[in-house]
């Protein structure tokens, strides 16, 4: 019997983009989601205008690239929030105020300072050498993050305990680092985790803090690539927007359009596809969203199979054009 979605429900996730798309002020709605974190009771000392600020700086230090770009980030953190509030009701209640807000604070700063493309066209550069070629564009952006929040008219911080802080700052860091999927040693570690929770428990343990890591983790790594996961038409937009970005750095097309046809098939199975199956196998996402994210993700992966070809050399031409 096919499972009935309530379309709210399903609209709520799959055209998300949508909504993020025709934002007015983006920056208030990142302001409120982060302001009914429980951890915001207190807003004393200013908090709220340093937490405005802080969101604004971050805006603006987003480049105008064709894909990692603000629209990206505000992209991630919608689909973030979602994620979150359909964790099932046996881990919802495992998770504290901090990292909540250290999850939401990630996916706003993920890729803050982006210049375009990826880890491996930074090799050689003065970049990569401060970071010794690990997760330097990850690295960077962290970087950027905690020395903003030296600065006092932008601690949001400014309420919480040394311990708190201390907690804050290690989980945004293992959150923003974990976005780096092409780390195979985080990649091990990871798998290890869940693999030793399956055994265990045939689910992950989100009563420890690792577990709860872990789980974040795969929270933002998929809301990272949700687009695949989400609607045709959004994983297109995201498909075009990453395909001209490359067009730029390499001055022309990134490749053949076997090759474009192929890096996207590869992408869509070895990571999106691997990532749900992952975090399905945590056990810590309500079942109907689980069914979601399978769903679009062959249908997005059939789709590309069908009319990779022709939407590749329309976007070339179109590019081409605006040269």
Known sequence: ????????????????????????????????????????????????????????????????????????????????????????????????????????????????????????????????????????????????????????????????????????????????????????????YLNSVIQKNHDTYGKIDTETEEGRMVTLTYILRCADVCAAMQSNSISWIWAERFYSECYVIFNGPPGSITDTYTNQIIHIKNNTLKLVQQIIRLKVLNQQLETILMRNITNNLTSWKKNAQSKIIAWKEKLKANE
């Open 1 to 188: 019997m096919a499972t009935i979605f309530p379309e709210q429900y399903d609209d709520k996730w799959t055209d998300s983009y949508d909504k993020v798309a025709v934002m007015k002020e983006p920056d208030d709605y990142v302001l409120q989601k982060c302001l009914d974190v429980y951890c915001f009771e207190n807003k004393s000392n200013d908090v709220e205008n340093k937490l405005k600020r802080f969101i604004e700086v971050v805006h603006e230090n987003y480049k105008e690239n064709h894909y990692h770009n603000f629209l990206h980030a505000l992209h991630v953190f919608n689909s973030t929030t979602i994620l979150w509030e359909n964790l099932c009701d046996s881990v919802c209640f495992d998770f504290t105020p901090i990292e909540h807000l250290a999850l939401l604070i990630s996916a706003l700063v993920h890729d803050v300072e982006h210049p375009g493309g990826f880890n491996s066209l930074l090799f050689g550069k003065d970049i990569a050498l401060i970071y010794n070629d690990q997760s330097i564009l990850e690295n960077n952006s962290l970087t950027f993050t905690f020395n903003l929040l030296e600065k006092d008219e932008y601690n949001f911080l400014i309420n919480m305990s040394k311990t708190e802080i201390k907690k804050f700052r290690k989980t945004v860091i293992d959150l923003v680092l974990g976005t780096d999927i092409g780390n195979n040693v985080r990649n091990a």
